[in-house]
């Protein structure tokens, strides 16, 4: 099991931008691909972005294409969310989770570990 701490949400207005950072325990970072995901007030979670275990593959929901960039850094045991042109719909707890499963994919499910969530506000 990977632990995962997320990082980097607040309060922004529309039209703003926001990083958030998801660091993750132990050694085999570089073995995970990794996903961001989200959930609204009265909403069920769903799939924001995706990155593989190497970074060259990404996956995007198409709520969010054009604006969001994830990103990785194995040497941090880290994985980003660039969040621009932020919209008051994207008003959600975020969530980081890692998929174990050891093969080379940018998926929206099957994931196996998640973090605890961080909050993102966005003002109209």
């Known amino acids: 099991q990977v632990q995962l701490v997320e990082s980097g949400g607040g309060l922004v207005q529309a039209g703003g931008s926001l990083r958030l950072s998801c660091s993750a325990s132990g050694r085999t970072f570089s073995y995970y691909n990794m996903g961001w995901f989200r959930q609204a007030p009265g909403k069920e979670r769903e799939f924001v972005a995706a990155i593989s275990r190497s970074g060259d593959n990404t996956n995007y929901s198409d709520s969010v294409k054009g604006r969001f960039t994830i990103s990785r850094d194995n040497a941090k045991n880290t994985v980003y969310l660039r969040m621009n042109s932020l919209k008051p719909e994207d008003t959600a707890v975020y969530y980081c989770?890692?998929?174990?499963?050891?093969?080379?994919?940018?998926?929206?499910?099957?994931?196996?570990?998640w973090g605890q969530g961080t909050q993102v506000t966005v003002s109209s």
């Open positions: 989770a890692a998929d174990r499963s050891f093969r080379e994919s940018a998926l929206a499910y099957g994931y196996d570990d």
